[in-house]
């Protein structure tokens, strides 16, 4: 399995931004799919984006559509999630997910998940 380490969340207030990164380690980088999902307090986790192994393909869920980006730097073993025009809504914990099967555009069959980073916004 890939070990990824989730940085870069913090307090911001609404409408501002943050860059999320994902550093992995332990495999192939390349070998895997990455996502990231988020939950909120007395909310199930939900997806929020996931990007392919070679980062031409990109998937979002709706509620994030034109507000975030999925990017990756396969040299750096990294996946980025930039987050602009940021909502109260869309405080929650943030987790970086791979996948080595299936397609980056299902939501289901990720399996190495990170520790998850804290991303606050104030009304």
């Known amino acids: 399995q890939v070990q990824l380490v989730e940085s870069g969340g913090g307090l911001v207030q609404a409408g501002g931004s943050l860059r999320l990164s994902c550093a992995a380690s332990g495999r192939t980088f390349r070998d895997y799919a990455m996502g990231w999902f988020r939950q909120a307090p007395g909310k199930e986790r939900e997806f929020v984006a996931s990007?392919?192994?070679?980062?031409?393909?990109?998937y979002y869920a709706d509620s994030v559509k034109g507000r975030f980006t999925i990017s990756r730097d396969n040299a750096k073993n990294t996946v980025y999630l930039r987050m602009n025009s940021l909502k109260p809504e869309d405080t929650a914990v943030y987790y970086c997910?791979?996948?080595?099967?299936?397609?980056?555009?299902?939501?289901?069959?990720?399996?190495?998940w990170g520790q998850g980073t804290q991303v606050t916004v104030s009304s």
């Open positions: 990007i392919s192994w070679s980062g031409v393909g990109t």
């Open positions: 997910a791979a996948k080595s099967t299936g397609s980056y555009a299902s939501t289901d069959g990720f399996g190495s």
